[in-house]
T-cell receptor
Framework: DGGITQSPKYLFRKEGQNVTLSCEQN?????MYWYRQDPGQGLRLIYY???????QKGDIAEGYSVSREKKESFPLTVTSAQKNPTAFYLC???????????FGDGTRLSIL | GENVEQHPSTLSVQEGDSAVIKCTYS??????FPWYKQELGKRPQLIID?????GEKKDQRIAVTLNKTAKHFSLHITETQPEDSAVYFC??????????FGPGTRLSVLP
């Protein structure tokens, strides 16, 4: 969707390094989400935020951290504690319950 | 919590034939049912959704049918085309809860 921008499109992480994935939306949505997708697999929820300055762990939060200081922005940090970070990361937002989630174009993270 | 399953996991059809993918869910409080299409290397995109007060919804070659009593809903694609080849995901979030996506169905439309 044009309203959700993820950057960078490709990212490489060195051993022991933290990296941050950016997600910005201009849809005025309250809720934002981070998903991880491994090759040939489904979507697994990492973290979500339903309002500014509040966020909750999803199913696979270990090794990740987030912040939600602004309504438009929900960056995801992949820490060195995440030993297998290679995956496709998708950010999504949603305006209200019983409405669709809208996805960004994703960031593909690989290990150097 | 909500459990969402999809069947089949892979589906191959000849171009022009119909394809049907079924999604079953466990939480009877679910009342919103979206279907997403994800092409290789791209983001999931909503293709059709339905709410629990409606039994069927159609948009050109795509339709979704809902059976709340049996807790399943199905995606129907008619007159399939090569560009329909993708992975399709369903979700069935109860109101106020996060989406739980099904594991996906890989559809291949053979020329």
């Amino acid at each position: 969707d044009g309203g959700i921008t993820q950057s960078p499109k490709y990212l490489f992480r060195k051993e022991g390094q933290n990296v941050t994935l950016s997600c910005e939306q201009n849809l005025n949505h309250d809720a934002m989400y981070w998903y991880r997708q491994d090759p040939g697999q489904g979507l697994r929820l990492i973290y979500y935020s339903q309002i500014v300055n509040d966020f909750q762990k999803g199913d696979i939060a270990e090794g990740y951290s987030v912040s939600r200081e602004k309504k438009e922005s929900f960056p995801l940090t992949v820490t060195s504690a995440q030993k297998n970070p290679t995956a496709f990361y998708l950010c999504a937002s949603m305006g209200q319950f019983n409405q669709p989630q809208h996805f960004g174009d994703g960031t593909r993270l690989s290990i150097l | 919590g909500e459990n969402v399953e999809q069947h089949p996991s892979t589906l191959s059809v000849q171009e022009g034939d119909s394809a049907v993918i079924k999604c079953t869910y466990s939480d009877s409080a679910s009342n919103y049912f979206p279907w997403y299409k994800q092409e290789l290397g791209k983001r999931p995109q909503l293709i059709i959704d339905i709410r629990s007060n409606v039994g069927e919804k159609k948009d050109q070659r795509i339709a979704v049918t809902l059976n709340k009593t049996a807790k399943h809903f199905s995606l129907h694609i008619t007159e399939t085309q090569p560009e329909d080849s993708a992975v399709y995901f369903c979700a069935a979030p109860p109101y106020g809860q996060n989406f739980v996506f099904g594991p996906g169905t890989r559809l291949s439309v053979l020329p």
